[in-house]
Antibody, heavy 117, light 106 residues
Framework: QVHLVQSGAEVKKPGASVKVSCKAS????????MHWVRQAPGQGLEWMGW????????KFSQKVQGRVTITRDTSASIAYMELSSLRSEDTAVYYC??????????WGQGTMVTVSS | SYELTQPPSVSVSPGQTASITCSGN??????TSWYQHKPGQSPLLVIY???KRPSGIPERFSGSNSGNTATLTISGTQDMDEADYYC?????????FGGGTKLTVL
């Protein structure tokens, strides 16, 4: 079975960084792009960026460009999302998502990141 | 930047048909996907490439896309269909989500 398993909840102070991991299993990791999507409390889904898991190139939304890094470890089938200079507005559930046929077919369980002083 | 617009809420009686729209400039020229999101769960893909259903998604879910509007239709709506629904499309190399529609079954 195809699964994406994310790391656990994080609590960070404003200005700090957070790194969330996403381990893939049940398929060939490098054949599918990986995206990151977040949902702040009471808000909708927000796309953050994606990585070509084979080549490693990335693309980000304008909103988080400059603060977000997405990397991958192909030997371990893990994708990472690191967000820096955290502020209260970054409090959200963060999802890693597999892309197939222009859509998001497999979602991780979500990682709650709380930014609070 | 490209924007997708959804109605904030839609209400439907059990057994009736619910239609949720997603509007964007020339949206019919690109593929649209739809996701169902229930509280405490991860979103679930229900329609991809405008009208295709992933394995395991009931036949009562269908989609269409033409002109500036994509539509998710749920026929014979059931209580379990109550959720937030999001449309999604690509804007060149970036992804856009609609603002979401809360479907209430009452």
């Amino acid at each position: 079975q195809v699964h994406l398993v994310q790391s656990g909840a994080e609590v960070k102070k404003p200005g700090a960084s957070v790194k969330v991991s996403c381990k893939a299993s049940g398929y060939t990791f490098t054949r599918y792009p990986m995206h990151w999507v977040r949902q702040a409390p009471g808000q909708g889904l927000e796309w953050m960026g994606w990585i070509n898991t084979g080549k490693g190139n990335t693309k980000f939304s304008q909103k988080v460009q400059g603060r977000v890094t997405i990397t991958r470890d192909t030997s371990a089938s893990i994708a990472y999302m690191e967000l820096s200079s955290l502020r209260s507005e970054d409090t959200a559930v963060y999802y890693c998502v597999r892309e197939d046929l222009d859509s998001f077919d497999i979602w991780g369980q979500g990682t709650m990141v709380t930014v609070s002083s | 930047s490209y924007e997708l617009t959804q109605p904030p809420s839609v209400s439907v009686s059990p057994g009736q048909t619910a239609s949720i729209t997603c509007s964007g400039n020339k949206l019919g020229n690109i593929y649209t996907s739809w996701y169902q999101h229930k509280p405490g769960q991860s979103p679930l893909l229900v329609i991809y490439q405008d009208r295709k259903r992933p394995s395991g998604i009931p036949e009562r879910f269908s989609g269409s896309n033409s002109g500036n509007t994509a539509t998710l239709t749920i026929s014979g709506t059931q209580d379990m269909d109550e959720a937030d629904y999001y449309c999604q499309a690509w804007d060149s190399t970036t992804v856009v989500f609609g603002g979401g529609t809360k479907l209430t079954v009452l």
